[in-house]
């Protein structure tokens, strides 16, 4: 009787197995993809530009909000001469942990610098691919040539050959 109370446990048992139900002794694996939050107000505080040139405000100034699916970015500087060179955007975006969207509501630059004077973007959107990985978030935002790295409370924008631009989040 024993032996053929066994032999119904072992089948019922390996039923269970078979329908799906987990085992003790085999532990359930989830990967959870956290995406990472770049919100808040970060402030310009230094660039060094690629000739060792160091240039605070008020020579450069800049601020930039993320709110959960708002950027809103301002930047300006003057050169040597005292010529403006102003950048200012107004998006929307979202962030996934594969991807970043941006879509212009509108854009203005106005370069004294180069003699280009002011120019407009209105309803443009691109999707980039982003890299998170040891709580770093890298991004080559669509519409803009720096490549920015969050990193906490902060935020370095390179754009090679040309400077490197140290953003520190203040709200």
């Keep these: 009787m024993k032996k053929r109370n066994l032999i119904i446990f072992l089948i019922l048992l390996s039923g269970i197995s078979f329908l799906g139900f987990k085992t003790a002794n085999?532990?359930?694996v989830k990967t959870i993809l956290i995406t990472p939050s770049i919100e808040g107000t970060y402030e310009l505080s230094v660039r060094k530009l690629s000739d060792g040139t160091t240039l605070r405000p008020?020579?450069?100034?800049?601020?930039?909000?993320?709110?959960?699916?708002?950027?809103n970015f301002s930047v300006m500087w003057e050169d040597k001469n005292g010529k403006h060179f102003t950048y200012t955007v107004y998006s929307k975006y979202k962030l996934t942990d594969t991807d970043y969207?941006?879509?212009?509501?509108?854009g203005i630059m106005n370069d004294e610098i180069s003699g280009k004077g002011i120019s407009y973007i209105t309803n443009q959107e691109k999707t980039v691919?982003?890299?998170?990985?040891?709580g770093k978030l890298e991004i080559q935002f669509p519409f803009d040539p720096p490549s920015v790295t969050f990193d906490g409370d902060r935020m370095v924008a390179t754009m090679e050959g040309q400077f490197t631009d140290y953003w520190k989040k203040v709200e």
């Design 58 to 71: 008020p020579m450069i100034m800049g601020i930039q909000t993320f709110t959960k699916d708002i950027r």
């Design 101 to 106: 969207t941006e879509s212009i509501i509108y």
């Design 26 to 28: 085999k532990p359930e």
């Design 129 to 134: 691919p982003v890299k998170y990985e040891n």
